[in-house]
């Protein structure tokens, strides 16, 4: 890689570090720290919740899949990524029924009164392995654009990026958070503009050529839109950084912002497949974003990477908010809550999540692998104010993880119905949420109230 474009790449990082460090707000109480409350005690409004809802579901690695799937299967992949941002409409509908109908204050607090304290740590669990893979899995992406996996500016890259995300992380936590989520959307926004307006001119037909590219067929992308579809039901419930913003501002207004997230976060992914569709193509091989980068000049290569870094440290600033909040609030193993034992919460995960990078780990198809192990969850909200048995939720859960540790292991021919990339994938998640939905319903029908409440709570 041109030692000059290294350059440029370490000054995108330090100096877009600095700017947020100097500029993000300081927290000085636990609402400030844990609920992104400014100096007047005020919740964070409309554009600045929508905002941040947006960005930090548009990592590193969604936007790297989006290309890729644009390259692979044309407009019916971009579409199909996109899928995923039904979630927003799911889990805004849940968690305004849950606060305004339920008088829940969080999610956890729903799963510890409805299920118990099994539910709440069995739970606590499934979120921190995502939280924790988070951190790798996206500085990973941001590392390759230094250097080859293994090297020293590989390393070091990684290292300095989670180093100097971390720092205005610790400065103002969920508040600094959102407050950067909203310059690090705008900055989004330009630099996709900025993408789109070099590609789209460069094809013959203009967007008409980019939309009709591919073909509409359940081999070729339809499977995973239909995956991405089901898994929304169950996916964002597993997804702390989206769901802690549904409880921190007005019902309404957050049951708005979720509406508009999943719009504007749906948009965003299906352009950003565009640079995936113009490497399909013009017969371009490879990860779509650094093999058009590559085709666009130094300049769009620094702004590839840029876009990337943006993206990353989004996710990450709101990855340490959320552990934090799991850690110090969620699980209530504290007496006494504090913005120091927020900030050593975050520091932790920084490190506990970087170690896995020295040992090169395949960074597999998280959205669709770990979706699958908690598709048990959508019986359990969508079915929210049921009257079920504790053990209701454990059966659903546990099947959920069942099927996805099925997937990973590879799917017995029998149980496929679907051809194609993600036949698997599809086939699995339909019988899965039929066995999790039966597994949650089976106890209430067979009156095993009673004996199983004795075993979770003993």
Known sequence: MDNNIITWQWALVILSSLILIIFSPFAKNVQQFFKAENTNGKAPNFVLLTSSLVISWIFAKSITNAANLGL??????????????FSFCVAGVIIYQLRTKGGFESIHQFLNQKYGRSALW??????????FNEIWSNT??????FGAVGTGSYYASILVFTGLTLVYSLKGGMRSSMFTDLIQMVLFGVLLAIILSQIIPQTEGGISTYVQEGTW???????????AL??????PFHDPV??????????KMTLKSFFWAGLIGGICILLFSFVGIFARINGLEGEAPVV????????????????MITSAASTLDSTFSSFSKLVTIDLGWTQKITVQKGRLTMAALAVLGTIPVFFNPEILSATTVSGTMVIGLAPVFLLWNWNMPKISFHLSVGVGILTGIILILGCPSYLLFFEGKYGDYLSLNILGSMACFLAFLIPKWLHL???ASDILDH
């Open 72 to 85: 692979s299967f044309g407009f019916v992949g971009g579409l199909a990524y996109a899928g995923y941002y």
């Open 122 to 131: 069995l739970f606590s669990i499934l979120i921190a392995i995502r939280l």
């Open 140 to 145: 990973m992406v941001i590392g390759s654009y």
């Open 217 to 227: 067929s359940m081999a070729m992308g339809l499977n995973l839109l239909f995956v």
């Open 230 to 235: 089901i898994q929304s039901f169950s996916y």
């Open 242 to 251: 989206m769901t802690d913003r549904g409880f921190i501002a007005d019902p």
């Open 292 to 307: 058009v980068s590559k085709t666009l000049g130094v300049a769009m290569m620094l702004i590839m990477n840029f876009i």
């Open 449 to 451: 109230d009673a004996v």
